[in-house]
């Protein structure tokens, strides 16, 4: 149990980012300040609005198990970032700010006709939708798996305080909480490896540290070596990677939206360069507190399964006394690795290539016997969430973390849930009220019914990613799960804006015959092959253009 402080910590927090977003922007009084905000941020506002859109609760809660079971070959998923900024901020970015456009696929209407304009803000809306489910019940399954609440509680309790001030600030309230939000999470972030580190055994230093990891095969940051089907290399990070990137920052309307509040293009700019340099830091830094984690429960014994509440499920079955003996297992095997390790320490031998194998194959032993506790726990009960990384870090803050930096640390998770699900709300609401309603439904309304609609449609999204994320499982890690999600729909969108900006021969026929075509391969390719999601990011961009061109180039020479 969390104590008093803690508690007062986190509700703090989550009250002083909401009565803060109510009071800086209760005054909307069109539906354009409403959507896009008064349009007169500074870079670095814009740069910490972005940051905090893309860093929700699955990165806090997610990415440090990613590191402590798969080490910190991760970061390579961003080395395209920065390449991807430069391109938006040459090409993309210009365009959207010479048509004065409040979405991203407005833009396409006046490239092509009403017809891509709508299919793009369709993929936007599923993609999207689905996305903002998941970074939702991301803090609601751990959080009530760890304290026992109802998933229904937790998920009414994120979404109500994240709905109260989107609905009456709008897009200002979502761009200026986001500051105090970032704040709270890098705060957060930089406590947390402070503590980690301090709670070190005796003798266990930076070198020691890194030579453990390096010979565990944690400090896996680069790779070389060329394999479509693996998921993180340099390739797939530097080229696949740099696709989903251009895609996210460039199209999806969560992300747009940030940057056009801009006071000018130049500002705008500054924001997006701030956020690709910024941004592998940071996701570096999430990464090696998980590498930390690692180091930590190397020497102070983690549980079999991390997940208690399927612990403690599991104890109530038939197949008890098994789980019981592979925690037996477990302990002798943990306790050898860890004299094994402190005998290396005092011998000064953590770079002999044997010391690294013999770790290595200690850490496959207590791998099987975790995949053996899973399958245990699937037997009890086959509709257990039995992946438990995503409930590593958590398990560490609450066990060994101090008091009030615990609510600190929940607060930091809270914070990122509501900073990337306001964006998404947000963006949600603009699109369908631009894109959708105004253009395709009721057209010559006065704007005051349209801020009456915008206002009524936030609401309806914020309820409905609620219901969503209900009823939301997802089956693998969750960091993992909303990438592979982005990448089956990115490409195909980002194919549609890039035909549009430099493609100039390609028609509206063609370049929707592309994107039909090409998301039908990307879901067949994901679903049918061993390709590392990533890549169909850059296969589904490829195919809109080809196929687009290709198109255009037969029918309208006829």
């Given at each position: 149990?969390?104590?008093?402080?803690?508690?007062?910590?986190?509700?703090?927090?989550l009250v002083f980012i909401t009565l803060f977003g109510i009071w800086k922007?209760?005054?909307?009084?069109?539906?354009?300040?409403?959507?896009?905000?008064?349009?007169?941020?500074?870079?670095?506002?814009?740069?910490?609005?972005?940051?905090?859109?893309?860093?929700?609760?699955?990165?806090?809660?997610?990415?440090?198990?990613?590191?402590?079971?798969?080490?910190?070959?991760?970061?390579?998923?961003?080395?395209?970032?920065?390449?991807?900024?430069?391109?938006?901020?040459?090409?993309?970015?210009?365009?959207?700010?010479?048509?004065?456009?409040?979405?991203?696929?407005?833009?396409?209407?006046?490239?092509?006709?009403?017809?891509?304009?709508?299919?793009?803000?369709?993929?936007?809306?599923?993609?999207?939708?689905?996305?903002?489910?998941?970074?939702?019940?991301?803090?609601?399954?751990?959080?009530?798996?760890?304290?026992?609440?109802?998933?229904?509680?937790?998920?009414?309790?994120?979404?109500?305080?994240?709905?109260?001030?989107?609905?009456?600030?709008?897009?200002?309230?979502?761009?200026?909480?986001?500051?105090?939000?970032?704040?709270?999470?890098?705060?957060?972030?930089?406590?947390?490896?402070?503590?980690?580190?301090?709670?070190?055994?005796?003798?266990?230093?930076?070198?020691?540290?890194?030579?453990?990891?390096?010979?565990?095969?944690?400090?896996?940051?680069?790779?070389?070596?060329?394999?479509?089907?693996?998921?993180?290399?340099?390739?797939?990070?530097?080229?696949?990677?740099?696709?989903?990137?251009?895609?996210?920052?460039?199209?999806?309307?969560?992300?747009?939206?940030?940057?056009?509040?801009?006071?000018?293009?130049?500002?705008?700019?500054?924001?997006?360069?701030?956020?690709?340099?910024?941004?592998?830091?940071?996701?570096?830094?999430?990464?090696?507190?998980?590498?930390?984690?690692?180091?930590?429960?190397?020497?102070?014994?983690?549980?079999?399964?991390?997940?208690?509440?399927?612990?403690?499920?599991?104890?109530?079955?038939?197949?008890?006394?098994?789980?019981?003996?592979?925690?037996?297992?477990?302990?002798?095997?943990?306790?050898?690795?860890?004299?094994?390790?402190?005998?290396?320490?005092?011998?000064?031998?953590?770079?002999?290539?044997?010391?690294?194998?013999?770790?290595?194959?200690?850490?496959?032993?207590?791998?099987?016997?975790?995949?053996?506790?899973?399958?245990?726990?699937?037997?009890?009960?086959?509709?257990?969430?039995?992946?438990?990384?995503?409930?590593?870090?958590?398990?560490?803050?609450?066990?060994?973390?101090?008091?009030?930096?615990?609510?600190?640390?929940?607060?930091?998770?809270?914070?990122?849930?509501?900073?990337?699900?306001?964006?998404?709300?947000?963006?949600?609401?603009?699109?369908?009220?631009?894109?959708?309603?105004?253009?395709?439904?009721?057209?010559?309304?006065?704007?005051?019914?349209?801020?009456?609609?915008?206002?009524?449609?936030?609401?309806?999204?914020?309820?409905?990613?609620?219901?969503?994320?209900?009823?939301?499982?997802?089956?693998?890690?969750?960091?993992?799960?909303?990438?592979?999600?982005?990448?089956?729909?990115?490409?195909?969108?980002?194919?549609?804006?890039?035909?549009?900006?430099?493609?100039?021969?390609?028609?509206?026929?063609?370049?929707?015959?592309?994107?039909?075509?090409?998301?039908?391969?990307?879901?067949?390719?994901?679903?049918?092959?061993?390709?590392?999601?990533?890549?169909?990011?850059?296969?589904?961009?490829?195919?809109?253009?080809?196929?687009?061109?290709?198109?255009?180039?037969?029918?309208?020479?006829?």
């Amino acid at each position: 149990m969390i104590s008093w402080i803690d508690w007062s910590v986190l509700l703090g927090s989550l009250v002083f980012i909401t009565l803060f977003g109510i009071w800086k922007t209760k005054k909307n009084s069109s539906t354009r300040a409403y959507l896009m905000g008064d349009e007169e941020l500074n870079w670095w506002t814009i740069g910490f609005s972005i940051m905090a859109t893309q860093a929700s609760a699955i990165t806090f809660l997610s990415t440090p198990g990613q590191a402590y079971e798969d080490g910190m070959r991760f970061i390579q998923f961003y080395f395209g970032l920065p390449l991807a900024m430069i391109v938006l901020s040459v090409f993309i970015l210009p365009q959207y700010y010479k048509l004065k456009v409040f979405t991203a696929y407005e833009f396409l209407e006046q490239r092509f006709d009403v017809r891509v304009r709508t299919l793009t803000a369709v993929l936007f809306l599923l993609l999207r939708g689905l996305s903002a489910s998941i970074t939702l019940i991301a803090p609601a399954i751990i959080l009530s798996a760890l304290f026992g609440w109802s998933m229904a509680f937790t998920i009414f309790m994120l979404g109500s305080f994240v709905i109260v001030y989107t609905l009456i600030g709008g897009s200002n309230a979502v761009s200026k909480t986001q500051v105090q939000q970032m704040a709270i999470i890098l705060l957060g972030l930089f406590m947390a490896i402070i503590l980690i580190y301090s709670q070190l055994p005796a003798g266990i230093g930076i070198k020691e540290t890194f030579s453990i990891a390096g010979s565990a095969g944690k400090m896996n940051i680069v790779d070389f070596k060329f394999d479509p089907k693996e998921r993180y290399n340099i390739w797939s990070g530097l080229l696949a990677s740099f696709f989903l990137f251009l895609s996210y920052f460039g199209t999806d309307q969560s992300q747009v939206q940030r940057y056009l509040t801009g006071k000018t293009l130049t500002e705008s700019r500054l924001g997006l360069m701030f956020n690709g340099l910024v941004k592998i830091p940071m996701q570096f830094t999430v990464l090696l507190t998980g590498l930390m984690v690692y180091i930590f429960f190397l020497f102070q014994q983690p549980p079999l399964h991390f997940n208690e509440v399927n612990r403690q499920n599991v104890m109530k079955t038939e197949v008890a006394n098994e789980y019981k003996n592979l925690e037996a297992k477990f302990d002798v095997v943990f306790n050898d690795r860890k004299t094994f390790i402190t005998e290396n320490i005092a011998k000064d031998n953590l770079s002999d290539e044997t010391f690294s194998q013999k770790l290595k194959d200690y850490n496959k032993k207590i791998r099987e016997l975790r995949l053996e506790a899973r399958e245990k726990i699937s037997q009890a009960n086959p509709s257990a969430k039995v992946k438990d990384e995503d409930y590593i870090f958590m398990y560490y803050v609450l066990n060994y973390f101090p008091v009030g930096v615990i609510g600190l640390l929940l607060a930091m998770i809270f914070s990122a849930a509501m900073s990337s699900t306001a964006s998404e709300i947000n963006a949600l609401a603009t699109t369908f009220i631009v894109d959708i309603y105004k253009r395709n439904w009721v057209k010559d309304a006065t704007d005051e019914h349209y801020l009456k609609m915008s206002k009524t449609v936030t609401l309806g999204w914020g309820i409905l990613l609620m219901i969503f994320a209900l009823w939301a499982a997802p089956l693998e890690n969750l960091i993992q799960a909303v990438n592979i999600l982005g990448s089956l729909f990115y490409g195909t969108i980002l194919g549609v804006v890039v035909s549009a900006i430099f493609l100039k021969k390609v028609s509206a026929n063609g370049v929707i015959v592309g994107a039909i075509v090409a998301e039908t391969v990307v879901i067949l390719g994901y679903f049918f092959s061993d390709i590392g999601y990533l890549w169909f990011n850059a296969i589904g961009c490829i195919l809109v253009m080809f196929i687009g061109s290709a198109y255009s180039a037969i029918f309208n020479k006829k």
